[in-house]
């Protein structure tokens, strides 16, 4: 089970139901360990990470997905994101100065807060969904997500506990899809998956776990997709970004620092700027006087 990494579809056939698991390890691992999060928060941002990753394998877009959350609770926001290529990146902010919840559910850590799904083509328009945080959990939120968006029934399972993160899939697509009737698939399939535990939706292979479920099912597994961790930052992006404040601003941050530093909240990369790094971009006015 070492850095396995992965997501895999799978089918029943002769049915309308389709499904998905993913397991992250050190994808979820090197995520965490950029920043010192609370234990529960440490969960939650492996819950968003697995279901970003479910999520961006049934959006089928050049392009990056992102879930984001925030509220008026003691976090103040999560964000997770994934691009075409399987890679993953995940922040949160909380109030560091209160004592973080060992125990608490996404609905008391918002306060009452929402849910964002963006979906931000290479090329076309940025479109958005919202969801009111209504349930305990984040699968809850993302089971009405898809009732609301897709009217297709969904069932989402998610696990994280510090070293790996996990999740399972399953929704019901239109009834002609089917092959011949078999009335009682979907109810039968969400009820065996209901039986799984989170030590086994995190400590089992793909195979392993769907055959403890649907042995007795004709299921369809189909090839994984390797995933991981990587952040889109860079120099060159950071460079532009300060650009952007004008020169102005520039000159007089340069003047009372020496220099201007940021830092990436995704991956903790941290860059740094100085006055002739700047000058060739802004000219005479970004000169200090």
């Known amino acids: ?50 279901a ?61 807060g929402y849910l964002v799904i963006t979906i931000s083509p290479r090329n076309g328009n940025r479109y958005q969904g919202i969801v009111e945080i209504a349930g305990d959990t984040l699968a809850a939120c993302l089971e009405q997500y898809f009732f609301q968006s897709e009217q297709l029934p969904s069932r989402v399972w998610l696990a994280a506990d510090g070293t790996q993160a996990a999740g399972l899939f399953l929704q019901r697509l239109p009834a002609e899809q089917a092959k011949q009737g078999d009335e009682d698939a979907w109810d039968r399939f969400v009820h065996l998956a209901s039986t799984v535990k989170d030590e086994e939706l995190l400590g089992l292979a793909t195979e392993e776990l769907l055959h403890r479920l649907y042995h007795e099912e004709e299921l369809r597994l189909y090839d994984a997709k390797a995933m991981q961790f990587g952040c889109s930052c860079s120099r060159q ?36 700027f100085f006055k002739e790094d700047l000058d060739s971009e802004l000219g005479d006015q970004a000169h200090t006087h």
């Open 237 to 272: 992006r950071t460079f532009d970004a300060i650009v952007s404040m004008g020169a102005e601003e520039i000159r007089e941050i340069i003047s009372e620092q020496g220099s201007i530093k940021a830092e990436c909240q995704f991956c903790a990369e941290k860059y740094e």
């Open 1 to 50: 089970m070492n850095n396995i990494n992965e997501i895999q579809r799978f089918s029943f056939d002769n049915t309308n139901v389709r499904g998905e698991r993913v397991l992250l390890t050190d994808a979820y691992q090197n995520i965490i360990a950029r920043k010192h999060y609370p234990k529960s928060l440490e969960k939650l941002l492996g819950e968003f990470v697995a």
């Open 52 to 112: 970003i990753a479910l999520l961006r394998d049934i959006v089928k877009i050049d392009g990056v997905l992102s879930l984001q959350c925030k509220g008026e609770g003691p976090l103040k926001t999560l964000m997770a994101e994934c691009d075409e290529h399987q890679t993953l990146r995940a922040i949160a902010q909380w109030d560091e100065e209160q004592a973080f919840p060992e125990v608490v559910s996404l609905k008391e850590l918002l306060a009452g």
